[in-house]
Each structure stands twice: as C-alpha cells, then as structure tokens.
C-alpha cells in the first residue's frame, strides 16, 4: 500500500510553488520554480512533469490555486485557466481538486465548466487563514511581482477580481522582485540633482533589494531585466541605466543611495495603501506578512505605528527537516493543502 502525500500547488505567473505535506499534515517539502508563464509555456509542464515524478512512488491528492491565468499570453482569463487546467490534468499525477472564489474545493469538470471561479483565488486562502486567528488584523503577502494587502473579514464578492482589488487598494501591483523601477516614480535625486528615469525596463526592485541585502539571490533562480544574474555589480550596472549612466566604481556610494531611496519608496506605497483602507484608523492594528518581502513586515509597522507579529508565531503548522523561512516565504501553497484539512 503506497504512503499519501498532499501537494498544495500555487500556480502563478512568474512563479510556482509546490507544498509537500506528509499523511500525518507535516511539511516535508517545498519546491519553487521561477517560471515566465507568458515566455515560454513549456517550461510549466515541464516542472508539472518533474515534480510528478519525484512522487510518483505515492498516492498523490493535490489541492491547486491559480493565478498565471492573468498572463498576455493568453487571450482572456478564461483561456489562461483552461489552458493551466488541461496541463494540471494530463501532467500532474494523482488526484487534483482545484480551489475556486466560493471557498470550495471542485474536481476538473466543474472546474473546467465554471472557469471564472479559479481567477487569482490565492490570496482568499490567505483571507481565509486569517479569518481563523484572533491576535492580527490584516496580512501583506509581498510577492515577486504583487502585493496583497487582506485584512480581517475582507468581504469576497467585493474584492472578486483583480480590478475590483486595485479600485479597493487591496492590489498592489508593486513586488520584490520583477517591478519595474520606472514603473515606481518619474524623477529622484541624484548627487543633488532632480533626474527624470529612463523609461526602459532596465532596472527592476530586485537591484534595490540586492544591493540592501534583503535577497540572497544566489540561492534564487531569477534573472535580472538583462537576463543576467542578480550580483552585486550587475544590480549596480542595471540600476545607473535608469539614470542614464554607465556604472563606475566612483558611483557606488550614490548609488546605494538612490537604492535606499527606492527601498523606503516601495515600502510607501503599501503604508499609504494600508491608510486608504482603514481610513487612517490604524492605531490598534496588528500586522503580519508572507511572501518573498516579508521581511519588510518590522519596517512597515514602524512606519505605520502598529504592531506586528511573524507570521511563524501566529501559525501552528508542523515543519519538518526544511527551512521554515522558505515554507513561509511561499505560503499560499501550504495553504492550499491547510484550507482543505481544516474545512
């Protein structure tokens, strides 16, 4: 008889994540994979193939939430998601139950024929776990490209979709790693002078996030604008292009500047999201954060005067033999599986 394993999966546009959990509910595993939907859509059943076959020893229940269905590649929505469910169905072994906006659990069938109830349901699972504990009020799930902003008894219908979230502020399109830095703000200063940015996508907030040293992108598959690796000296080179220059060391120092200034800029961005929609009325709050930015969560409470706790003192979930900074990083695929346990 073949041991169970229960793999939540959270199938997203730049990356994809796969949460292992043994029969007894353990996290045993967790696999990430940077994968540009919209570039090359092999390369997703491909991971689908590799991981189904690692595993291919047990009896599978896998619990998916998708949100790559947003990606220019496809034609609509509902094409992004009928194209993602046909891959998950002929290259993803065992048995698959798909996460829709009703808090449900649906096979293939009813996914398949009810296709607008898959569209971003991610951060529901999030709304979800925090509806179930008592000590915060609201969790930022900073992502690679998106920042989720879900507060308690955040009311579903109203943030359905992803233009109903960026009306509410809920949405942010701003994360750790893929924004554009030109995308972020026209002009900075620079050695004292007021510099209008390139408008080329030469240098993104992974640089800004690199040169503080918050990623350690040498344990990460990503790949700078350039298509060049996440070092130090290419992160500077990427980051003097917006200004119109070549890098030099005599611009080190200015430059660690400017990526300070972006940095306290990023994290602008969600505060006054944050202010829009509790009306300022803040004070009593408690914050948490998952995703790759989580590590902004002390920065952003002090900014805002609030409090804050990690998200690994508030969850109760049981890792074993895996870092468990990684799982929490990559949480709304464990969520998956941890919605589906505790229904």
Not at 204 to 226: E, R, V
Not at 252 to 275: A, D, G, H, P, Q
Request: hydrophobic content about 40%; glycine content about 4%; overall charge neutral.
């Amino acid at each position: 008889m073949k041991n169970k394993l229960y793999l939540g999966w959270d199938i997203g546009g730049a990356n994809t994540k796969v949460c292992v959990f043994d029969q007894n509910f353990i996290i045993i595993n967790l696999h990430t994979k940077n994968i540009k939907v919209w570039d090359d859509f092999s390369d997703i059943k491909l991971f689908f193939k590799y991981i189904s076959n690692i595993y291919k020893n047990y009896e599978i229940y896998n619990f998916i939430t998708i949100t790559a269905e947003s990606c220019d590649n496809f034609i609509d929505r509902k094409h992004g998601i009928t194209n993602i469910l046909k891959n998950c169905l002929n290259h993803i072994i065992g048995n698959k139950l798909y996460y829709t906006n009703t808090n449900e659990f649906v096979d293939y069938n009813s996914a398949i024929n009810k296709t607008e109830k898959l569209f971003s349901t991610n951060w529901m699972l999030t709304s979800k776990f925090l509806n179930s504990k008592n000590n915060i009020d609201l969790i930022i799930d900073i992502g690679s490209t998106t920042t989720d902003i879900i507060f308690k008894d955040m009311h579903i219908g109203s943030n359905i979709n992803d233009y109903m979230r960026l009306v509410n502020k809920t949405l942010l399109y701003q994360g750790v790693v893929r924004t554009p830095l030109s995308m972020m703000t026209d002009n900075v200063l620079y050695k004292g002078n007021n510099i209008s940015l390139v408008n080329e996508v030469f240098a993104t907030t992974g640089d800004i996030f690199n040169l503080n040293d918050d990623i350690d992108f040498s344990k990460l598959d990503y790949l700078g604008s350039d298509n060049l690796q996440f070092t130090k000296v290419n992160s500077f080179t990427r980051l003097a292009r917006i200004i119109g220059l070549d890098y030099k060391e005599s611009e080190r120092e200015y430059l660690i500047v400017l990526s300070r200034y972006f940095k306290e800029l990023f994290i602008s961005k969600i505060i006054e999201n944050i202010k829009i929609i509790f009306s300022n009325k803040i004070d009593d709050i408690t914050i948490s954060a998952i995703g790759e930015g989580r590590f902004l969560i002390e920065e952003i409470s002090y900014k805002c005067g609030v409090k804050y706790l990690l998200i690994e003192d508030i969850d109760d979930v049981t890792i074993k033999n895996i870092d468990k900074d990684k799982v929490y990083t990559n949480m709304t695929s464990a969520l998956a599986v941890m919605n589906f346990i505790n229904k």
